[in-house]
């Protein structure tokens, strides 16, 4: 491209870049995503094992972990096993250090994407932890109340967006919204294989309002609106069809643009969404986000490498003054 693009591609906000672009490799995602989720090195240093104890959800977790990464680890059992114990420390720390935390299957699969991708489990702690408080929550609770209203208003956005297909769905309870429960607590990890896939989609959900995983949701229905629509009118039918859909074709960069566009035309906050009355997550944008938008900058080096700069607010004003100092003493009296 000419000079006027890499000035643009040279410093971007680590949101704007993890949503329109992506992190492209692994290497940028361990460097990124801490900073996505307003963690400081700190915070990452943290010795979870201490925060084990025993705890009621303790046996099902266990039974999760022993059915999990069998796809993510290829028949390399030393692997699989290595894994599965830092999957089971920083699930049972974050269940067990926090009260208002519960447990729910389909957890332990958003976990798994963490401790494949980094090697060291204190830094996937802090980042499972900030999940469950802030983008999760809404999962965590005793019951799934509250993800079933949720659902409910997954149904009234269809209805928004495509009269026909929500006719064609929901008009005479051919489905029920539940079909999208496992995408939506898991954000598509239970169900996609891919692991480039899911941490592109990942990219996108950590930068982004924790309810955009419904409208993605409804990008994957609506990009498959028409073999839905030629599909007989068959409860059985409809349902398998659609629990299957993200396992066949899930066109990650597709349907984030379509969810994006969803979120655009109805908001959250949209008069006939009752969305901001039912979801217990923190506000949006939370309050660490303004922070990392402010301080940390990523520059794109040659060959997809993205660097974090630190923008220090007091070098910048002592260069201004400098070069005011400079300027000042040019001007003839």
């Not at 996937?124 to 999962?139: E, M, P, T």
């Not at 349902?239 to 959250?268: C, G, Q, T, W």
């Amino acid at each position: 491209g000419d000079m006027h693009n890499n000035k643009n591609e040279l410093e971007q906000d680590p949101y704007t870049l993890a949503i329109e672009q992506g992190l492209l490799t692994p290497q940028n995602r361990r460097k990124i995503w801490p900073l996505l989720l307003g963690l400081e090195d700190q915070q990452l240093l943290q010795d979870h094992k201490l925060l084990l104890k025993d705890h009621e959800d303790a046996d099902q977790i266990d039974k999760d972990i022993q059915r999990s990464l069998w796809s993510q680890t290829n028949g390399d059992e030393e692997l699989r096993n290595q894994k599965r114990g830092e999957l089971s420390n920083i699930i049972n720390a974050v269940i067990s250090s926090n009260q208002d935390i519960y447990y729910y299957q389909g957890y332990h699969d958003i976990a798994s994407v963490l401790v494949m991708l980094y090697d060291d489990e204190k830094i996937s702690f802090a980042l499972l932890r900030r999940l469950s408080q802030c983008h999760l929550k809404d999962f965590h609770h005793s019951g799934l109340d509250i993800v079933v209203k949720m659902l409910d208003q997954l149904v009234i956005l269809i209805k928004l967006i495509d009269k026909e297909i929500y006719d064609f769905l929901f008009s005479d309870h051919l489905a029920e919204p539940y079909f999208a429960l496992s995408w939506v607590i898991t954000w598509f990890s239970h169900d996609v294989d891919e692991p480039e896939t899911i941490e592109r989609l990942f990219d996108f959900l950590l930068a982004s309002d924790p309810v955009m995983i419904y409208y993605v949701s409804i990008a994957l229905i609506m990009h498959n609106r028409k073999t839905l629509l030629s599909l007989e009118k068959d409860f059985a039918t409809i349902h398998k069809y659609l629990r299957d859909l993200p396992i066949d074709n899930f066109p990650v960069e597709e349907l984030i643009e379509s969810a994006l566009d969803y979120y655009e035309m109805f908001p959250p906050d949209h008069k006939q969404l009752d969305i901001l009355n039912i979801t217990t997550v923190p506000k949006y944008p939370f309050t660490y986000m303004e922070n990392t938008r402010r301080n940390k900058k990523i520059i794109k080096r040659t060959g997809g490498v993205f660097d974090i700069a630190t923008v220090s607010v007091f070098v910048m004003v002592l260069a201004y003054s400098t070069i005011l100092a400079v300027f000042l003493k040019r001007i003839p009296d």
